[in-house]
């Protein structure tokens, strides 16, 4: 699958928009995305991105949901 290229600050906002989007609450509103940034070059995944995130507990599997859903689609515009 192509992925399309974004900046870190539209990869941010996805992250935020796809977390409001699979929360059946308000529980997204506690998960913190950092900007992403190129990943090493010896990453494992097919995504070019890693991000932080502060995450709560119980909400861990919530955050690696989010970002899979995006780094499926998106990766990080190398400039």
Do not use: C, Y
């Not at 290229?5 to 950092?34: G, K, M, P």
């Not at 502060?54 to 780094?71: K, M, N, S």
Request: aromatic fraction near 8%; charged fraction near 35%; hydrophobic fraction near 40%.
């Amino acid at each position: 699958m192509s992925r399309s290229q974004h900046s870190a600050d539209e990869i941010r906002d996805e992250l935020e928009r796809v977390a409001a989007s699979l929360s059946a609450n308000d529980e997204d509103l506690d998960l913190d995305f950092r900007r992403p940034f190129l990943a090493g070059p010896h990453w494992p995944f097919a995504h070019n991105w890693d991000v932080r995130v502060a995450v709560p507990d119980g909400l861990e599997d919530l955050a690696f949901r989010v970002i899979d859903e995006v780094a499926t689609r998106w990766n990080l515009e190398e400039k």
